[in-house]
């Protein structure tokens, strides 16, 4: 059952006519977490500063708050004249949908805003980077293939975004409202910093890399969670269902947005892997070329297959073009 089921609970627990077997479920629900205290105390607080007012008919709190909802979720933005009604009447309407409604704000953020302020739009980045600024002046580098959905406007209260695929995030600070990314795998929780996201839906990991500032990451419905600072990155894999801190040593972690990849004494093994990643290629070459080095600074707007020459002819390699995304590197390797 949802948080407002156990809203409506403890306001029957107050007022005297909740059931035992109701009273055993708020119990436990109460206990479940931290987060669940907190609402209970909340709702506990708003009824103690009204409970001096004899509200002049009984509630039938169940059915008003499915009135209640059903209103708020069919409701359109544009005015509406209705007939007024006899003034006892609508003293009372409004006295149950005050008490209801104001019994927490989790309701109004989950029902009133999401259903009148928050309009969602969907960005997809079908070849290329698209670059994007969010309504609060945060900006998003959107890389080829994802998908993004995030509201035309922000609520007051928090910044909630949608990624499927891999994206940049340049947050814009605002302690009073947390940017929040959910993803197939995990949500990231931030004030304001600059980071980035990959989790396709179609792939196993999902990594989260931090260049400046701090974030939060979250298994989606799970305990698991980990702090990251600027240089940290965290691994949830579908495998072995974990979530991990570790630091970034990938130079190029970052490489699509950067438009750049930088190596530092680095084995073709890994140069190729990386650029494999990045290009969508394939790369195929022998052990003894896997085990040289190189050292270098390439943009990525470069054409692949000129890449591979470029950084082949450190060692005397050939790049051979066998089918469409698919190359090898001959030569005799580094070690003759």
């Known amino acids: 059952m949802n948080t407002d089921h156990y809203i409506l609970l403890i306001y029957k627990k107050l007022k005297g006519t909740i059931l035992p077997e109701e009273a055993a479920a708020l119990q436990k629900w109460e206990a479940a977490s931290p987060e669940n205290q907190a ?21 039938d709190y169940d059915a008003d708050f499915a009135q209640v909802k059903s209103t708020i979720a069919t409701s359109s933005p544009a005015a509406k004249v209705v007939p007024m009604q006899p003034r006892r009447r609508w003293l009372q309407v409004a006295a149950a949908a005050a008490i209801i409604l104001l019994g927490s704000t989790f309701l109004f953020k989950n029902y009133f805003t999401s259903s009148q302020e928050l309009v969602w739009k969907n960005i997809a980045a ?10 609060d002046g945060s900006k998003v580098w959107l890389n080829a293939g994802s998908t993004l959905s995030f509201p035309t406007k922000f609520s007051t209260t928090d910044r909630p975004v949608k990624l499927n695929g891999e994206a940049f995030f340049e947050v814009s600070k605002d302690a009073q ?15 304001g910093t600059a980071f980035g996201v990959r989790d396709y839906a179609h792939e196993t990991t999902t990594e989260v890399a931090v260049r400046e500032g701090k974030v939060r990451v979250e298994k989606n419905n799970s305990t698991q969670k980990v702090i990251l600072v600027a240089n940290e990155k965290a691994i949830y894999n579908d495998q072995n269902k974990q979530l991990k801190k570790v630091a970034d040593k990938n130079l190029n972690s970052l490489a699509w947005q950067r438009k750049n990849l930088k190596f530092e004494d680095t084995s073709l093994k890994n140069v190729f892997a990386t650029i494999a990643r990045q290009y ?20 990525t707007e470069t054409k692949v297959f000129d890449l591979l020459k470029s950084i082949a002819s450190v060692h005397h390699l050939q790049v051979k073009k066998l089918k469409n995304k698919v190359f090898e590197l001959q030569g005799k390797g580094c070690n003759f």
């Open 126 to 135: 079908s070849s290329e980077i698209q670059e994007l600024q969010l309504a």
């Open 39 to 59: 609402i209970a105390e909340e709702t506990r607080q708003v009824w103690s500063k009204t409970e001096e007012y004899e509200l002049p008919f009984e509630l």
């Open 280 to 299: 969508d290629v394939k790369i195929l070459m022998n052990k003894n070329i896997e085990k040289c080095t190189v050292s270098g600074f390439y943009k």
């Open 177 to 191: 409202r947390p940017f929040q990314i959910t993803t197939n795998r995990t949500t990231v929780t931030v004030l």
